[in-house]
């Protein structure tokens, strides 16, 4: 299983970027998804959710106006849209595959990366003039 996050990068406060995660050996569209991010210093932080089929989609409090999940299962890929970039939003973003239990649990998002049941190496956002 590889789980290879991307697009993160150095942009100015108020742009944009979208997050891309590209899944590969196990069947991508068996499994929901999240979002969590972890800011220097802090630790994992919930962003979003999205069931198998894209059909049900859950967000923290925060991310609700400015960060939008979505994926392509022809592609194998998740990705996070994040809109009007602020310095807080700098951190390492990483993907990870719930299992069914954890989904059907309400278990969207975990303390440590390695509660899910696959997940990515992260790709680095800096927010900054």
């Known amino acids: 299983v590889n789980l290879v996050e991307s697009g993160g990068g150095l942009v100015q406060p108020g742009g944009s970027l979208r997050l891309s995660c590209s899944a590969s050996?196990?069947?991508?569209?068996?499994?929901?998804m999240s979002w969590v991010r972890q800011a220097p210093g802090k630790g994992l932080e919930w962003i979003a959710s999205?069931?198998?089929?894209?059909?049900?989609?859950y967000y923290a409090e925060f991310a609700k106006d400015r960060f939008t999940i979505s994926r392509d299962n022809d592609k194998s890929t998740l990705y996070l849209q994040i809109d009007s970039l602020r310095s807080e939003d700098t951190a390492v973003y990483y993907c990870?595959?719930?299992?069914?239990?954890?989904?059907?649990?309400?278990?969207?998002?975990?303390?440590?990366?390695?509660?899910?049941?696959?997940w990515g190496q992260g790709t680095q956002v800096t927010v900054s003039s």
């Open positions: 990870g595959v719930l299992s069914d239990e954890d989904w059907f649990g309400g278990r969207y998002y975990f303390p440590t990366l390695e509660k899910f049941l696959y």
């Open positions: 050996g196990y069947t991508f569209d068996d499994y929901a």
């Open positions: 999205m069931a198998w089929n894209g059909y049900s989609i």
